[in-house]
C-alpha cells in the first residue's frame, strides 16, 4: 500500500465534491522530483454511474515523465466498496491491470466524502487487499 501526502487526500476530496452527483474520477502521479499531483478528469467525463479517467489524461502525464501511482473514483450516495465493473478494471486476468499503481473508492453521502478504501495488490496472495481510510 502506497502513502500519498494529506495534499493529494484533500485534491481528491474536493474533486469528488464539486463532482458530485457524478462520478469523479483521476489519477494520481508523480514527477521525477517526487512530488505527487492529483489529475482530474474532467466533468464532461463523469456520469451517474461509470466513471473514465481519458486516456489524453494517461498520455499527458507520461509525456511530462510523470509516473501513474493510483487511480480514484467516487460512487456517489454509495460505498467504497469496490463494485464488480471496480474488480473488473483493477484485474487483468489472474493478475493486476496495472502493476504497482493502487486503486482509490470514495463513498459519499449527499455531496459530502463519507468512506475512503485504498485497494493495493499483494504479490504474496496474488489478490488485492483493502484498507479503510480516516476514523
Known amino acids: 500500500m502506497q502513502t500519498f501526502p494529506d495534499h493529494v487526500w484533500r485534491d481528491i476530496d474536493d474533486h469528488v465534491e464539486t463532482t458530485y452527483p457524478l462520478e469523479a474520477s483521476g489519477a494520481i502521479v508523480r514527477d521525477s522530483a517526487g512530488c505527487f499531483t492529483v489529475l482530474n478528469s474532467p466533468v464532461e467525463s463523469a456520469t451517474r454511474d461509470r466513471y473514465e479517467v481519458p486516456p489524453r489524461v494517461?498520455?499527458?502525464?507520461?509525456?511530462?515523465?510523470?509516473?501513474i501511482h493510483g487511480f480514484y473514483h467516487s460512487h456517489p450516495d454509495g460505498s467504497s466498496e469496490a463494485s464488480l465493473e471496480?474488480?473488473?478494471a483493477m484485474h487483468a486476468g489472474c493478475a493486476p491491470s496495472w502493476p504497482g499503481v493502487d486503486w482509490i473508492v470514495v463513498?459519499?453521502?449527499?455531496s459530502r466524502v463519507s468512506e475512503v478504501r485504498q485497494f493495493w495488490w499483494d504479490d504474496a496472495t496474488s489478490s488485492y487487499r483493502?484498507?479503510?481510510l480516516g476514523s
Open 130 to 132: 483493502s484498507k479503510k
Open 107 to 110: 463513498g459519499t453521502r449527499a
Open 58 to 67: 494517461l498520455i499527458g502525464a507520461r509525456a511530462q515523465q510523470q509516473t
Open 86 to 88: 471496480d474488480l473488473e
